[in-house]
């Protein structure tokens, strides 16, 4: 449910004697998580951001996420796993080929994976789909001034079309990702359809 850092307590009783125990730090997280490269120098593709509330802890779960996240933000919600950051990254590519456009990056992962704490209260509710690195959401980008970071459901709806065309059309990418519109953004997932699911 979230990345954490525990450990185990024992108290033994036998024969009128008492023993006590306590274990190692136990890391509860998913291994091996890297933070999303952009392709083309990152001229054309960005990253947008959110708050420390947002994102949770940059370390294994504590309670005080202002001090855990040190007031940075745009960088912690960006990791995925090696797999699917590699397909994200050939997508992206092929996206700014074929439209001659970016795209914002916004919520993939937690670097340690795990959910993220939307409300501040650290109830297990939006974004459970983004604990394990392998779904990201992104956005159209508009050239407006101020740049919208919410774009329109039209907006929304056209990014869908254009990523299902290429997602179709690129053999890397046939099968692997499933691209539905959640209100203002695209939420990319895995596509678990049988014979679709690697593993990875």
Request: hydrophobic share 35%; aromatic share 10%; with cysteine.
């Amino acid at each position: 449910m979230f990345a954490s850092k525990e450990q185990l307590y024992t108290t033994v009783s036998s024969g009128g004697c008492e023993g006590f125990a306590v274990s190692q730090p136990i890391e509860a997280k998913i291994q091996g998580l890297q933070p999303i490269i952009l392709p083309l120098g990152g001229l054309v593709h960005s990253f947008v951001g959110g708050t420390c509330k947002h994102y949770g802890a940059t370390t294994p779960w504590s309670p005080n996420k202002l001090a855990a996240c040190n007031g940075v933000t745009g960088t912690s919600n960006i990791y995925l796993t090696p797999f699917r950051e590699n397909l994200l990254h050939q997508l992206l590519f092929a996206y700014a080929k074929e439209w001659n456009a970016g795209l914002y990056i916004n919520d993939a992962s937690l670097p340690f994976g795990g959910a993220f704490d939307t409300n501040g209260d650290w109830a297990y509710k939006s974004h459970s789909n983004h604990r394990l690195g392998l779904d990201v959401d992104i956005a159209l980008k508009e050239n407006i001034s101020p740049i919208s970071t919410a774009p329109t459901n039209i907006s929304g709806k056209t990014l869908k079309r254009k990523l299902d065309s290429i997602i179709l059309s690129d053999p890397l990418l046939k099968g692997k990702w499933v691209a539905s519109l959640h209100k203002n953004h695209i939420h990319l997932k895995p596509n678990f359809k049988t014979g679709n699911w690697t593993g990875k």
